[in-house]
């Protein structure tokens, strides 16, 4: 099993920053690609970014491109998401999640909450 533990969530202004951090443990040798998902009021869960396990293969969905960066340190065991020039639409819960190679996303952190308004 992996454990994921989400934290840097808050209260922002409209074009301001934050960064998540999203800190793994347990059996993490089995996981290669780590994401960011999130889930505004009412809406579905959706994909935000991606990363593989080297760093690379990086994704981000339209959204979020040239706003959000996607890192990870695997000295840390912890995958990050620089968030600039928030908009009030990128409020929601972000979830963390992982995944072992030939499967789905299936190891997911409790989420944070991410509110930008003025």
């Known amino acids: 099993q992996v454990q994921l533990v989400e934290s840097g969530g808050g209260l922002v202004q409209p074009g301001g920053s934050l960064r998540l951090s999203c800190a793994a443990s347990?059996?993490?040798?089995?996981?290669?690609?780590m994401a960011w998902f999130r889930q505004g009021p009412g809406k579905e869960r959706d994909f935000v970014a991606r990363?593989?396990?080297?760093?690379?293969?990086?994704q981000y969905t339209s959204s979020v491109k040239g706003r959000f960066t996607i890192s990870r340190d695997n000295a840390k065991n912890t995958v990050y998401l620089q968030m600039n020039f928030l908009k009030p639409r990128d409020t929601a819960v972000y979830y963390c999640?992982?995944?072992?190679?030939?499967?789905?996303?299936?190891?997911w952190g409790q989420g944070t909450q991410v509110t930008v308004s003025s």
């Open positions: 347990g059996n993490i040798f089995s996981i290669n690609d």
């Open positions: 999640a992982a995944k072992r190679a030939g499967e789905d996303f299936d190891f």
């Open positions: 990363i593989g396990w080297n760093g690379g293969s990086i």
